[in-house]
């Protein structure tokens, strides 16, 4: 065990440079991986969480005056039902906003909210979200704060003055529900300014209030046309409003019950739709991410397991030898998952996502999920191990090569596919190529073509994993290419040879992808199309799909066009004199 270490640190000294290049790599696709499950999970429960932190009461209630179109509601009785745990009453007012200039505001839409007492604001406060300026000060009866909205009037900013003209108390209540009809019906207007721009429950819907204080009830109730209001709050939430409301009715037939539960749904609705993307998003980086990282890993195990003949001459086992390129890879998986976590942190102020759940969210700013970022973290850790166990089995079963190094044992799989192309009459720059794309190679000279093809296949980096996989290659494979030369290959043959095996790969890559993405898209239609409420009809568009084909296989040509230039200008006689 003493060896196994000592030879584990040396390695880790020796090669800290490239060790460096696979934590930043790696911490890299973690960083992206976690920062949208983190923002999935921050977007499925902002409004959730906005919500349980406004203490907003879960019944309104409104009654009428006597003899008024609006059902009588006795307030207090209605407040000592069995499902009501507290509750308070007041008076409701009503009127239009006006700018400075007399203008109406808000085409007459008026919703006066706030506190209407001091003892409802010192039990459910202001019930808002404070997004600039700051709250009203209770005791002054001209400060106001005016309630979200997606396109702000610009002449009602913090800071600005606004009047607000409230109903004269002989007009009809019908004006409350059909609008007023005249300046008549207005008292003379009040000017207040305003301090601050809060979020209340309601107000993601579209809707226009303005949160007045205690003061402003208490001067002006008197003088103007008032009807009672309540609020209440359940025992069990929202769940105990139907029996609530119910209760209600029997009481006064007919009587104003509402919730905010409607917004609730509208939300979530939009949010889950998000959330749903986000997840898939990580899931398939993640997946993506780590088969395009593997490739890394796996040829530095390779090209370092060429000393594992020195190393069992001095007594390794190869336990030990499978040991070794385990504790490499521990190392880079334990500093990337943990380098991921840092960077998802450090973006978290980005989230939530969507602009609902964005101004919902009660805590912005970073945020630390333990559950996402240190499972989610540990997850990518585990899964960079998993993969590197099949690289650390194969290394540690080495023997001597023909090269004088270590080279994997055993027989050499020959491409059936490759084989039939060139019975069938390819020409010897294809038939090499598909074999280059369809054997991966062995030992130190192995490319990961299958992982690239499935890469490719789910990617949006797809380009530069197919890059990737050509350079190095043709970097590993540059004694076949001038053995190819030896045999009569001209530099034309060997860069059609590298095109033929990006081509190769671009066609597995369509021939994995295509059916993969109708039916993620199939799927992914009928879960949008259940959240909005529509009949679900996924039409694949054939010609798009078909269209992929030659466009695939353009992009792949070029990529190649570079490693395959470098593959036709390799000096044969020089490189097999090196080898």
Same mark, same amino acid.
């Given at each position: 065990m003493n060896a196994l270490w000592m030879r584990a640190r040396s390695e880790l000294r020796a090669g800290r440079r490239s060790l460096m290049g696979l934590t930043l790599m790696l911490g890299l696709v973690c960083g992206v991986v976690l920062t949208a499950a983190e923002g999935a999970r921050r977007t499925d429960t902002a409004y959730a969480r906005f919500a349980a932190t406004m203490h907003t009461p879960d019944a309104f209630i409104i009654s009428g005056n006597p003899g008024g179109p609006i059902p009588v509601v006795d307030i207090q009785r209605v407040l000592r039902l069995p499902q009501v745990v507290s509750g308070v009453s007041g008076r409701g007012l009503f009127g239009v906003a006006e700018s400075m200039q007399g203008d109406v505001l808000w085409n007459g839409d008026l919703n006066l909210g706030g506190a209407p007492t001091q003892q409802s604001l010192e039990q459910y406060g202001w019930g808002a979200k404070l997004l600039q300026g700051r709250f009203p000060d209770a005791s002054r009866p001209d400060e106001i704060a005016v309630g979200y909205r997606r396109k702000p009037d610009p002449r009602m900013r913090v800071g600005d003055r606004i009047k607000i003209a409230l109903a004269r108390p002989d007009v009809p209540e019908? *004006?409350?529900? @059909?609008?007023?009809?005249?300046?008549?019906?207005?008292?003379?207007? %009040?000017?207040?300014?305003?301090? =601050?721009?809060?979020?209340?429950?309601?107000?993601?819907?579209?809707?226009?209030? %303005?949160? *007045?204080?205690? *003061?402003? &009830?208490?001067? &002006?109730?008197?003088?103007?046309l008032t009807i009672p209001v309540g609020v209440a709050a359940l025992k069990h939430g929202a769940a105990d409003f139907p029996a609530f409301s119910s209760a209600v009715d029997r009481l006064s037939p007919g009587a104003l019950v509402f919730s905010q539960n409607d917004e609730a749904a509208f939300v979530n609705r939009s949010a889950h739709l998000l959330t749903i993307a986000l997840w898939l998003f990580a899931g398939l980086t993640a997946l993506a991410g780590l088969l395009i990282f593997a490739q890394a890993p796996a040829r530095d195990a390779y090209e370092l397991a060429q000393e594992n003949p020195a190393l069992e001459a001095l007594g390794m086992t190869r336990a030990q030898l499978f040991g070794l390129t385990m504790v490499r890879s521990g190392v880079v998986a334990v500093a990337g998952a943990a380098l991921g976590i840092v960077l998802a942190f450090l973006v978290s102020p980005m989230t939530p996502f969507g602009r609902l759940a964005r101004v919902a969210e009660p805590d912005p700013g970073f945020s630390f999920d333990t559950l996402v970022l240190v499972v989610g973290g540990l997850a990518m850790a585990i899964a960079v191990l998993v993969l590197a166990v099949i690289p650390a089995l194969k290394v540690s079963w080495f023997g001597p090569g023909v090269l004088g190094g270590a080279e994997q044992t055993g027989p050499s799989h020959r491409s059936r596919v490759a084989d039939t192309l060139a019975h069938a009459g390819l020409s010897p720059a294809g038939a090499t190529g598909v074999r280059m794309a369809m054997q991966p190679g062995r030992g130190r000279l192995a490319t990961p073509v299958r992982v690239t093809v499935f890469g490719a296949a789910i990617s949006f980096a797809a380009l530069a994993t197919l890059a990737h996989t050509l350079a190095s290659s043709v970097r590993k494979r540059r004694r076949d290419f001038a053995i190819l030369k030896t045999l009569g290959f001209v530099r034309r043959q060997v860069s059609a040879a590298v095109a033929w095996q990006a081509t190769t790969i671009g066609v597995l890559a369509l021939l994995v992808g295509i059916p993969l993405g %109708?039916?993620? =898209?199939?799927? =992914?239609? @009928?879960?949008?199309? *259940?959240?909005?409420?529509?009949v679900p009809e996924p039409v694949t568009p054939a010609l798009f799909a078909l269209l992929l084909v030659p466009v695939t296989l353009m992009f792949a040509i070029a990529v190649a066009a570079l490693p395959a230039r470098s593959a036709g200008r390799l000096r044969a006689a020089p490189l097999l004199r090196t080898e």
């Open positions: 019908s *004006a409350l529900f @059909n609008g007023f009809e005249s300046k008549d019906q207005l008292l003379p207007p %009040i000017t207040v300014r305003i301090v =601050g721009e809060v979020l209340q429950q309601g107000e993601l819907q579209g809707s226009s209030d %303005i949160v *007045a204080t205690p *003061a402003f &009830y208490q001067r &002006y109730t008197p003088t103007t %109708i039916a993620l =898209g199939r799927w =992914g239609w @009928n879960v949008f199309s *259940a959240q909005v409420g529509v």
